[in-house]
Each structure stands twice: as C-alpha cells, then as structure tokens.
C-alpha cells in the first residue's frame, strides 16, 4: 500500500513537470512552433533524429524485457544451460546491418539541409540591391545587437525589421567576444566571430508572425559573461510593403525635433555626454569601431528597454538609475556621474520622444 502511493506521488510529479515543460511553447519563441522554411527545415530533422531514437530505444527494450522473461531461471530447471549463440554470423551481421541503415537515414537528409542552409549565394551576387534582396549585417556586443542594412545605409539597435515570406540574407559578426544569433522560432543558430564572417539566411512566415503577436523573441546561444541570459533582441517581420514604407521612413528620418520643455532639458543633457557613444539618427556614418553603443534613432518605438525590461518610461528611469543592477556587466555602468533624480525624468522624457514610426 505504501509502495503503491510513493509510485503514485512520483508519477504525478513526473506529470506536473511534464504540464509545466508544455507551457514552455510560445509562439514567439519556441522552437518546436517553427515559423518559417529554415525553421521548418530543422524541425524535421528533430523530428527525423528523435524518432529513430524512439525507436531504437523501444526496440531495445522489447527485446531485453523478452529476454529477462524467456531465459530466467525456473524450478526444476536450475542447470539447464540455453543454446548459446556467441559468434553467430548471422546476429552479427544483423546488428551491424540495422545501425548503418539507421545512420544513413539520418545523415542523408542532415548534409542535404546543411548544404541548402548554407546557400548564401543570392547575397554575394553583385546586382543583389536591384534584385531586391535583403541583407543585414548583424554586429553582437556586450550586451546589445546592432543590425545595418547596407544597401539602405540604415542602422537600428536591439530591434530587428525584416520583410515576410522571402529570403533574408545576413552577415554575422561580433565586435568584442563570441556572441551566437537565434531566433529560436525563425531559425539558427550561428555564431558570431570577431575574426571571420558568418553567413546564412532565415525566412519569415506571415502567418506564424500574425500568430506570434507580430513580435519574435532573439537570443544569444554563446556564453558570453554574466549578462549572456539576457542579450535578447525582438525581431519584427514585416509584410514586403509595410517594410518598405519603413525603410522611407527610416531613410527619410531627420534628427529629432523636441518641444517639451523637460525633454529639451534632457535633450541637452544627452548631448553633453551620451552623444559620445550612442546616435539619434538612422542614417549614421560613423565607423563601425566608433559605434559602441546602441543607435537610439527609433529608441520611442522599441519593443523593450536594455533588451529585457517591459517599455516604459519607469523602467527606463531604473536603467538610467544604475544599469548595472538590470544588466550586469553592461558597458554603460561607470560611463556616467550619479545623475539627479530630475536629470533621470528629463532624459526619459526626451529618449520616449525618439520615434521614427
Ligand atoms: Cu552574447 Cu551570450
């Protein structure tokens, strides 16, 4: 009785771990809901790999049940030896045979999806521009991203614009350590280097987007120091118009023009120190070893604050307050004097006005 209630308290641990585990599966970052070709792509193998694993592992244990089963010892029987089949071609042949077959199912289809991820060479081509195709190069940092579209001379920070169902094409590269580029519904991962380029594409389904909320989760896959969990970026896909009306946009966006008399307060503020690092306007010239910190042109239309923090002007103020204590590790901590509660409320208030859209 009170073996059957341990089972018992043991199995409904095991189904409420596996309740909570279900509840892992967002939308807009899980990659077991893929939303796009790449993303289709790599869930198949998965699909593929787990179940000829399920099956190995099912086979076995039929076989080791029967065994146990067959050949244990009986009464009456306790010197009867069975026949022994040590050295038997056949089994040999058999066991040697299936793992092989199993092997080449699985590499088959493996290289052949490597090498169609890997086809990069639409973003090569010369004429690419005219023929439309997008490319983003993607520059890591501690602990922010940047993404520049070359053939838009656009940079935006933290959030990442791209057009649905095509191919986008991206350049990986890592300003300081190794950092890895997910977007773990999209597709990925890959690393990004300081001493070479990476290269690859991603598609983005319209119809997952839709499902998503319009908004994928990015992530780091490489530690990278105590605030690797939390160099995130959000990836907006855009139907091919509505991105190419934000590209106008962007193009198009001037250097801000503040009226609120506390924003202007804070406007000046920003331009005494933070304009050192950090740019207001999309279109910026600068070197990239001149651009260390995030570009804020679009900073009042961003999905987070830091990456990670809810948008508003409170968190905002809390970053601004000791960035250390949101992102530890950040290379903003020290870069400042203690700034006066009233110099916090006037830089918010001017970095919420930076919109574009
Ligand atoms: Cu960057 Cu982990």
């Known amino acids: 009785m009170k073996k059957g209630l341990r089972n018992w308290r043991l199995f409904s641990l095991f189904g409420m771990m596996a309740l909570l585990l279900a ?25 593929l790999s787990t179940s000829i694993m399920v099956l190995v592992i099912v086979v076995v244990a039929i076989i080791f049940v029967y065994v146990v089963i067959r050949f244990r010892r009986r009464k009456g029987e306790e010197n009867k030896i069975p026949k022994q089949v040590e050295g038997s071609h056949k089994l040999e ?132 120091g105590p605030s690797h969990a939390l160099m995130d970026f959000k990836v907006r896909p855009l139907p091919r118009d509505q991105f190419d009306a934000w590209v106008k946009k962007m193009q198009n966006a001037k250097k801000p023009v503040v009226t609120d008399p506390v924003a202007k307060q804070g406007e000046a503020i920003f331009n005494k120190s933070c304009i050192g ?19 804020l042109a679009n900073f009042g239309d961003r999905q987070r604050i830091a990456g990670i923090l809810e948008h508003n002007e409170e968190n905002l103020k809390k970053w601004l307050r000791d960035p250390e204590s949101v992102k530890p590790g950040n290379k903003m901590t020290g870069t400042y004097g203690k700034l006066s509660e009233e110099q916090i409320d006037a830089l918010a208030k001017y970095l919420m006005s930076l919109k574009v859209e």
């Open 23 to 47: 509840g892992c599966g967002k939308p807009f970052l899980s990659t077991l809901q893929p939303a796009g070709e790449v993303a289709d792509m790599q869930y198949s193998l998965m699909l």
């Open 93 to 224: 042949i058999i066991w040697t045979v299936i793992p092989i077959i199993l092997l080449l199912i699985l590499a088959v289809p493996t290289v052949l999806t490597t090498f169609k991820l890997a086809d990069v060479k639409a973003m090569n081509d010369k004429d690419r521009d005219k023929k439309g195709t997008v490319v983003v190069n993607v520059r890591a940092n501690l602990y922010w991203w940047e993404f520049e579209y070359p053939d838009y001379g656009i940079i935006t920070s933290q959030d990442l614009v791209v057009p649905t169902n095509e191919k986008v094409y991206f350049n990986l590269i890592a300003s300081d350590v190794k950092h890895s580029f997910w977007i773990p519904a999209v597709g990925g991962k890959m690393d990004t280097n300081t001493d070479n380029k990476n290269q690859f594409w991603l598609v983005f389904d319209q119809k997952a987007t839709d499902k998503a909320g319009g908004v994928f989760y990015g992530k780091c896959a490489e530690l990278c």
């Open 277 to 295: 690092c950090h740019a207001v306007t999309p279109l910026d010239k600068r070197p990239e070893q001149a651009r260390t910190a995030p570009n």
